[in-house]
């Protein structure tokens, strides 16, 4: 009903599970995590237990979309396991393809035998998942632990994972299934979202659902949100869902404390919140999970990988949370941004730790025509959203907004330089490639070197290498690499900006940074139209570009370990070897680079974007 009124392209507070709204709070990141160290590693049972409404549905959706990708995963997924015994096994070897020939649990357990072993011995990984495991009763578990028993002397031939709510760990907690309680090796526990992760929650469902226009939730409306909802997703949708329906009827935009009481008053009323009556979690010291500390580590370096060449393509994978806002604009700077939606993550892509702050220094065009600017950290600004009603929107003169003074601003929540002069896209660009190296660009300081000299000339820095390297092949090459990069454009319209950065690149969607426009995303074939070429700006942290054969250094040793850990090279021993160039080729190979085993430019920024800690990536996932 409301979708026009909000420029929504589809219903952003279905409670229909959809893995296209996944919102990867820390907790479902880890969950993720946990179900994918779970069946990489073939330890057998896994376990994912939460609230109801928590979202452990749409986390195992999106898990069975991932797992799918693989050619080398053989899965299975009962949605309704209230079967009987018999049932259950039909069940499980119909959802494997598996002819029956047999009516007894013998027959069937012994045709599922005989498939595993045949997938074994091809090297695929068989994975079986059981969602609402809550209903499976004490014999039906005990079942499926004799499942467990089919192995190897080496391995465990069948990966089950087991999603319920807590009364699952509660039934598994009894003496007579004290054998399958102690096979579960990994466990995690979904527990709801903060206070804080809410408001993200909202505006990554209102981003995937395209609203074209600004909702506001204002903070106290957030409050009692928060309040009502325990920070349980399914409750959040509810209570939202009214919420747009209450602006809808009062013409606002806006959703403040009234509107939000009245939602909530409503579906308390109607009775329509989703009853969690006994289902808080209940702690037992018998039930071991896997280490929060782990399953932080986990998320932070497990690439989604399940079998030999998986593509992960998680939204925002697994460690980027989505949002949406709109570019500020003031009254007395209507043509400087054009008023839209963007999205924010509320991680940005940048690596963690304290950002560096350079030396600045002007240098002429003629004296460094391909050198990059990179400034400090100090003056640093950033973006207040605003709420702009439904109006049409404001298009600035071309020739006029070509003629302005560039006026620097950062995206909030986004590594993305904002400028209101389109000859200025390219150096914004370049800007951002430099926040996202944890190298911000200090735009007080930029604003009073002159136009000019910021337009057309550079300036260096004095204590770090910054470094501009144009990157090979064609598109799908380029996100090879797993490395954000300055796109050029080609065929464009006046209204354009001829450079952009590419913030994200999964599935058929891109995400790039207009330095002129904001964040926009794009189907993959509309955006291929109008690729030209691309380059990157990166930061040599660990100076890898001047490192000489024979040389023994620590900078080498610290390489050397990256390709230890990657199965590059045996082992460090602090010398650029003949060892060591032949695994920078298997590297430069991996990545379709030329394989000459020495470190150029290109090798040097993916082997700095991969040994920084949460380096700049294209993808929270992949290699």
């Known amino acids: 009903m409301y979708k026009k009124f909000f420029g929504l392209e589809e219903e952003p507070f279905n409670l229909t599970p959809d893995s296209r709204f996944l919102f990867l709070s820390e907790r479902h990141r880890e969950a993720l995590a946990t179900l994918t160290y779970g069946v990489k590693e073939r330890k057998g049972f896994i ?11 749409t986390v195992c959706r999106a898990f069975v979309n991932e797992l799918m990708r693989s050619n080398t995963i053989k899965l299975a997924l009962i949605l309704n396991p209230g079967l009987s015994e018999l049932e259950l096994l039909k069940a499980i070897n119909d959802e494997f393809q598996i002819p029956s020939f047999y009516n007894t649990k013998k027959g069937l357990i012994d045709e599922l035998n005989r498939f595993l072993l045949e997938q074994n011995q091809r090297g695929n990984n068989v994975v079986l ?18 499942l467990s028993n089919l192995e190897t002397e080496s391995e465990k031939l069948l990966q089950i994972v087991l999603i319920g709510q807590p009364e699952l760990r509660d039934t598994l907690s009894l003496s007579q299934l004290e054998q399958l309680n102690q096979r579960i090796a990994v466990r995690y526990h979904l527990t709801p979202l903060t206070e804080s992760e809410v408001h993200a929650y909202i505006l990554h469902r209102l981003f995937v659902a395209k609203a074209s226009v600004a909702i506001e939730f204002t903070p106290e409306a957030l409050k009692l949100l928060y309040k009502a909802s325990r920070g ?37 009323r109607g009775g329509e919140l989703p009853s969690d009556e006994g289902q808080k979690t209940k702690s037992s010291g018998k039930l071991p999970r896997l280490d929060p500390e782990k399953a932080k580590a986990v998320g932070r370096r497990l690439a989604l990988w399940i079998g030999a060449g998986i593509a992960s393509t998680f939204a925002l994978a ?13 009254a007395a700077d209507v043509e400087d941004y054009r008023p839209r939606v963007t999205p924010s993550p509320s991680v940005s892509p940048s690596p963690t730790g304290p950002q560096k702050k350079l030396n600045l220094k002007q240098v002429s065009q003629s004296e460094a025509q391909s050198q990059i600017v990179a400034v400090g950290e100090n003056g640093e600004t ?9 109006a049409p929107t404001p298009t600035p003169d071309w020739a006029t907004l070509r003629l302005k003074n560039p006026h620097w601003k950062y995206e909030k929540n986004v590594p993305l330089v904002r400028v209101n002069n389109p000859r200025a896209a390219l150096r914004a660009a370049q800007f951002s490639m430099l926040k996202m190296w944890g190298f911000p660009v200090d735009l007080a300081e930029i604003a009073k070197m002159g136009d000019d000299v910021v337009i057309n000339g550079v300036l260096q820095s004095d204590n770090v290498k910054i470094k501009e390297v144009r ?15 300055i796109v050029r454009l080609k065929d464009i319209g006046p209204d354009k900006s001829e450079y952009v950065v590419l913030l994200r690149a999964e599935g058929e969607a891109v995400t790039v940074g207009d330095p002129v426009w904001g964040v926009k995303t794009y189907k993959t074939r509309d955006f291929l139209k109008h690729f030209d070429s691309a380059t990157a700006v990166y930061v040599d942290t660990n100076q890898l570009t001047s490192i000489q054969r024979g040389e023994s250094s620590e900078r080498v040793k610290a390489l050397q370990q990256y390709l230890v850990d990657r199965g590059y090279l045996a082992k460090p ?20 680079l030329s394989e000459t085993g020495q470190i150029d430019d290109i090798t040097a920024m993916l082997l700095n974007s991969r040994m920084m800690e949460n380096g700049p990536r294209l993808t929270a996932t992949g290699d």
């Open 47 to 57: 376990l994912l237990t939460g609230e109801i409404g928590s979202g452990k549905t």
């Open 129 to 146: 998942i059981i969602d609402e495991a809550q209903t499976l009763s004490p014999e039906l578990l005990e079942q499926i632990r004799m």
């Open 232 to 268: 349980i997703p399914r409750r959040i949708n509810v209570i939202c869902d009214r919420a747009l329906l209450a602006c809808y009827t009062n013409a606002t935009y806006t959703v403040d404390e009234k509107i939000m009481e009245q939602a909530i008053e409503e579906v308390t």
């Open 318 to 330: 697994i460690a980027v949370a989505i949002g949406i806002r709109l570019a500020n604009v003031r």
């Open 382 to 390: 950033t973006v207040t959203p605003a709420v702009t009603k439904a």
């Open 471 to 485: 990157l090979p092949g064609n598109f799908y090459d380029i996100v090879k690499l797993n490395v954000p990069a």
């Open 573 to 592: 021993t602090g010398k650029f070897d003949v060892d060591t160039s032949e695994a920078i080729k298997k590297f430069q190979a991996y990545f379709k």
